[in-house]
């Protein structure tokens, strides 16, 4: 058994574009691209936020206060249009960003105490919404100042206007700290990665080592040595379970090292939250990750045997992905949290507990029963594959 293990490892070594799923896209290629959209991310979003927007103002003269906040207002460019029927042309064309229509008789309403209205437009489809945001800020600030201006006729102290404005004020005191808060938005993430890098890293192996093996006709010559299937079966096992475990715990050590070296471009409150999670949580992902392996490398190994071709297994495995997608986006639903019910759901415990454990939250009473139930559910898998090879119809189907 071992030597076919060596066997099927050795093979994986000398194959150029398994070894680039294997071991360079997990170690170099994924954290540089998660790391580099990240910045970037931020990048655009700090820069959305704070870039010169152009607009259009027509009928300053019914509401010149409002016209001079956004004069005034930073990172804001008024552009002159001659009428309001440019206006979608002009949005088109990227030539202003907004426009307001300040209608007559606003003054009159609002000198009057009557709720007055304007017109923005604006091109909405956009995935997210920063000009109107922006606008809606200014605004906001306008609208306080007339407040203002209209409490203060009354002659109230500052005390009775603020509970004219707003007589019960909601006071924000969460007790998640800055972990727990950023931790709820990686550590959904994190499972996601880590699981589909496990995947990924044990298909085009998986495809190789069964279908790959049916194509070449070595297969034949590998059943006629004196060693049982079972043994067989268990060898191209272990060599899927190496690859998808190794590639998962090298993605692990290869982002502490990015993040240790260049995680201050990615920001400080990141970089803390990563240096509060302790070696024993580290080390209990990794062990969730262990069982995890198992279950990939017994499915794949399975739907590889089963298949006539390469080309037929590839078309088989990839549905798998969406399959494993599933239960990891689960985690991510509002009112999905980690308990003694979802700790025993396969994948969908390893993502819950993946998330807890980054957040600082995990109940470590729970980790066994995790680990036995994904176990369970591999060893099963397993058992399905050994008896899977040993149906002459599923390994000769040609």
Known sequence: MWTIYLKELLE??????????TVFIPVFGMPLIFSGFGYLSSTLFKQ???ADMTYAVFGKEHAPQLAARFAREKGFHEIVLASQDQIKHAIGA????FALVIPAGLSDQLAAQQQ???????????????????VLAVLGAENGALREQAMARFNLSP?????TLDPIRLEDHSTADKREQMGAVIGGMLPYILLMVCLMAAM???????????????????????????????????ML????????????????????????????????????????????????????????????????IYAKSYKEAAGM????????????????????????????????????????????????????VILLSTAVTAGLLLALCRWWFHREQVLFRN
Not at 159 to 163: T, V
Not at 204 to 223: C, H, N, Q, S, V
Not at 347 to 354: G, I, P
């Open 12 to 21: 994986l070594v000398r194959d150029r574009r398994t070894f680039i799923f």
């Open 116 to 134: 007055g209205r304007i017109e923005l437009h604006y091109n909405s489809a956009a995935t997210v919404d920063v000009t109107r945001k922006r």
């Open 241 to 304: 379970f190496t690859v998808g475990l190794t590639s998962a715990l090298l993605m692990i050590v290869s982002v502490a090292v990015l993040i240790h070296f260049f995680g201050g471009l990615v920001g400080s409150d990141l970089v803390q939250m990563l240096h509060a999670i302790g070696p024993l949580d580290l080390a209990m992902v990794a062990l969730m990750l262990v069982p995890t392996a198992a279950i990939f490398a017994a499915i794949l190994l399975s739907i590889s």
């Open 204 to 238: 085009y192996p998986a495809i190789d080592t069964g279908a790959g093996e049916k194509e070449r006709g070595t297969l034949e010559t590998l059943l006629l040595a004196p060693v049982s299937r079972s043994a067989i079966v268990l060898a191209k096992f272990l």
């Open 317 to 368: 495995i990839s549905p798998l992905i969406i399959v494993t997608i599933l239960p990891t986006l689960v985690a991510l639903l509002p009112g999905v949290e980690l308990n003694w019910r979802w700790a025993m759901v396969p994948l969908t415990n390893v993502a819950l507990a993946m998330k807890e454990l980054v957040k600082g939250t995990m109940d470590y009473r729970m980790f066994s």
């Open 48 to 50: 959305a936020s704070t």
């Open 159 to 163: 005390q009775q206007l603020a509970y």
């Open 94 to 97: 990227e030539r202003i960003k």
